[in-house]
């Protein structure tokens, strides 16, 4: 740049120099030229009038000699002639044109003949390239009797003229000097405001820099006015520069597809959002066609509908839409906004707009929402029905245990209760799992590592999956501590690999393996459930027959199988579900028909702690006579224990509701050692009762009976526990003496 900006200054320059210099030059000449033309002219009047005044004089002196025919007298006046150098020749004529006497400088000569033969004149005169000639008339008594002819040379006026030529051309020469000095001096005050302008629009052109300005002119003359219009022209551009840029950068950072059509449903225009959205990577225009990413049928609609009526007025089209990426082949959901782009002035159509989101993932978290308020719904009535069901399964399975204790071994009975028993069992088994999907049933949450959980349980992995399916563990060293129940967390790993086998009828290859993620925003925003940080993750794939989107989004569901009837429950998927999210973990499944199957687990990891250690509990007698407070709302329920507890030895005082429990608790004269409460009870909860309770008898324990967790049955201040129904008899007088004989050896 700076060369052209050197190149345009010197020919600039040198522009003006050469005008200056011809401009000068021609003027001087044509000035020269018309002076000479006038001097010259000056010149020959001069020798016309000298040349008349010497004819006049001959003549007046020939007037006697032609009288007199006396030559010799003609010869002599002519002689007179010899002081005027400049006559070449003089002659005198009679009236009718016959030479009478002549003269010439260098010796005696001929009279010629006349140069110009016609009527005579008083005088007349002409000039030829080389001299001129003058005629006077002699004159006598009014009459003419003869003439005398002058020559003259041009000698003289040529020396005058050469010597003219020469001084102009020395004060030409001067003259284009002097001009070519005031041009090198005065046409920096001229070109430099012209140079400068030349230099900003360059580097504005070249470098497309609006900020730059031409230096102030503080002459107000047509550069100064040129120089301070561009300037405020360059103020308006950049205003408006500003103005664009910061449209295209608010266009081009948005995450949105901002783009422009045209009326032949070109594209015009493309954000950064539109490219990266249809995998067209290259910056610029387009040179795309709505085909190209619009499937069939939007591109018809587009088309055929939309477009036209936009061009009839009829306002913007704003719905959902589907467009593809153009190297794969799903589309994607996406919310549409088209409208038409008017001329500002006529008001004419002169293209199409369209702003376009892509709500996939939207879709995507709304859906996950919706599966989450579903399952969480499905789980808080299987939580209702497994609680009312464990209340008639603690009567089946607890008068089935007292039965088979009464009954001798040989009895025909016995066959037919233990039928019965291992019924209440089974039901007992699948209400523990309702609840464990409705995240109430009761855990033993402690820190554990998700690869020892894993190493335990592979040899009856492999026994449960069978011998046609391959099993590959992959271990990650980082997988690290999570906090679950370790029986639940081994009933994950069995569940997902039962479900796994069983998409595999003919064989086929179970990979699980385990890891550490670190989820950053951007997972976190496509993930609903889960937030940024750190997680444990367990990975079980197949590769069996997959899923189809329908079944995919109730598979979490209780009850609902695949499997054919008799080979299911449905709340094997269910539990696992139930099982993670009591765990703070989350899940998903990405399948397809024909692909197979992939359950992703993530649970937060617990940083910076060891694995718990098995702890052991030793147990006393199962007999004891202390007193026991039983509070249960259901009759048959509070029949069952009351009759369970006395057996064993202990004195049972029965209230069917909190109410009735802490009237006989302030009635009863003797010590109570022991509260037995439902949790859940009209009036009165458990865990109110149990508080109230705690003032009328300071440090009894006391031990909660419920179907759902702990988790909001922790009294302050209290020693309490815990069993969950439906429970057998020794379970409870366990969990009853259990209790007993801890406050004993902390009295003691």
């Known amino acids: 740049m700076k060369g ?45 009038r000298s040349l008349s005044i010497q004819a ?62 016609g009527p005579r004149k008083a005088e007349r005169w002409q000039f030829t390239s080389s001299d001129m000639w003058l005629e006077r008339q002699i004159v006598s008594q009014g009459k003419p009797i003869g003439f005398v002819y002058l020559r ?50 360059l580097t504005v052109s070249r470098e497309k820099r609006f900020s730059v300005r031409v230096p102030p002119v503080k002459s107000s003359d047509e550069v100064g006015v040129l120089v301070n219009t561009f300037n405020d022209m360059l103020a308006q551009i950049q205003q408006h520069e500003e103005e664009r840029q910061k449209f295209v950068a608010l266009v081009e950072q948005t995450d949105d597809f901002i783009g422009m059509i045209g009326l032949d449903l070109q594209m015009i225009y493309m954000n950064g959002a539109g490219r990266r959205m249809i995998g067209l990577e290259a910056a610029g225009s387009p040179h795309i066609h709505i085909n190209d990413f619009f499937p069939e049928k939007w591109a018809t609609k587009l088309r055929d509908e939309i477009l036209p009526a936009i061009m009839r007025r009829e306002g913007n089209w704003v719905g ?37 989101r892509d709500i996939s993932e939207r879709r995507s978290l709304e859906e996950q929402l919706r599966q989450s308020q579903k399952l969480e719904s499905i789980g808080q009535l299987a939580g209702g029905v497994a609680h009312d069901f464990n209340n008639l399964l603690v009567i089946i399975s607890g008068y089935s245990a007292m039965l088979l204790d009464e009954l001798r071994p040989d009895d025909r009975m016995r066959d037919r209760l233990e039928e019965i028993a291992r019924a209440g069992d089974r039901a007992a088994a699948l209400t523990r799992q309702l609840l464990v999907f409705s995240r109430r049933g009761q855990v033993e949450q402690k820190n554990i590592a998700l690869n020892e959980v894993v190493k335990n349980l592979q040899k009856m992995l492999r026994r449960l999956i069978g011998e046609d399916i391959e099993m ?27 479900n796994a086998r069983d ?44 899923m189809s989107e329908e079944v995919k989004s109730r598979i979490f569901e209780p009850f609902f199988t695949t499997k054919g009837e008799g080979k299911g429950t449905g709340l094997g998927l269910s539990t696992v579900y139930g099982i993670v999210k009591r765990s703070g973990g989350s899940i998903w499944v990405y399948s397809e028909p024909g692909q197979g199957s ?21 147990s006393g007698e199962l007999v004891g006579t202390e007193t026991i407070l039983v509070a249960e709302d259901e009759d048959a329920v509070r029949q069952y224990v009351g009759e369970l507890l006395m057996r064993r030895g202990f ?16 009635a009863y004269p003797g010590r109570i050692d022991l509260l037995l409460t439902d949790a859940v009870m009209p009036h009165l909860s458990g865990l109110a009762l149990a508080e109230q309770f705690a003032k009328l008898n300071a440090g009894v324990p006391v031990l909660f009976m419920s179907g759902y967790s702990d988790r909001q049955l922790q009294p302050t201040g209290l020693e309490s526990s815990l069993i969950q129904k439906p429970f057998t008899p020794i379970a409870l007088i366990t969990a009853v003496r259990g209790l007993l004989d801890r406050k004993a050896r902390v009295a003691s």
């Open 4 to 48: 052209g900006i050197v190149g345009a200054r010197r020919s600039f320059r040198r522009k003006l120099v050469a005008i200056s210099m011809f401009a000068s030059a021609g003027g001087l000449v044509v000035a020269s030229l018309a002076f000479i033309r006038s001097e010259l002219g000056t010149y020959r009047m001069n020798m016309v």
């Open 56 to 117: 006049q004089i001959v003549a007046t002196n020939s007037v006697s000699a032609l009288l007199f025919a006396d030559t010799e007298a003609a010869r002599n006046t002519l002689s007179a002639l010899s002081s005027a150098p400049n006559v070449t020749f003089a002659g005198i004529y009679t009236a009718t044109g016959e030479p009478f006497a002549s003269y010439a400088p260098t010796g005696e000569g001929e009279a010629l003949p006349l140069p110009q033969p």
């Open 152 to 201: 003259s040379n041009l000698l003289e006026i040529q020396r005058s003229l050469e010597r003219y030529t020469r001084n102009v051309a020395i004060v030409i020469l001067i003259s284009l000097l002097v001009v070519f000095l005031l041009s090198a001096f005065f046409q920096r005050a001229l070109t430099r405001p012209l140079l400068d302008l030349a230099r900003t629009a």
């Open 320 to 356: 959902e839409a589907q467009i593809r990426h153009m190297t794969r082949k799903p589309p994607v959901t996406v919310s549409m906004n088209v409208f038409g782009v008017n001329h500002p002035d006529s008001g004419e159509l002169m293209s199409f707009a369209a702003v376009i």
């Open 472 to 498: 590959v563990i992959s271990l990650g060293e980082s997988a690290g501590v999570l906090r679950a129940d370790p029986g639940q967390m081994e009933q994950i790993i069995i569940n997902l690999a039962v």
């Open 503 to 546: 998409a595999m009828p003919h064989g086929g290859k179970l990979l699980i393996e385990t890891g550490r993620l670190v989820a950053d925003e951007e997972f976190a925003r496509s993930h609903l459930s889960v937030s940024p940080g750190s997680y444990v993750v367990l990975s079980v794939a197949d590769t069996g027959c997959g």
């Open 598 to 618: 992939t359950f992703k687990v993530l649970f937060p990891a617990m940083e910076g702690v060891s694995p718990d250690t098995a702890s052991s509990t030793a």
């Open 651 to 666: 004195k049972v005082l029965k209230a069917a509701n909190g109410r009735d429990a802490l009237a006989i608790a302030r």
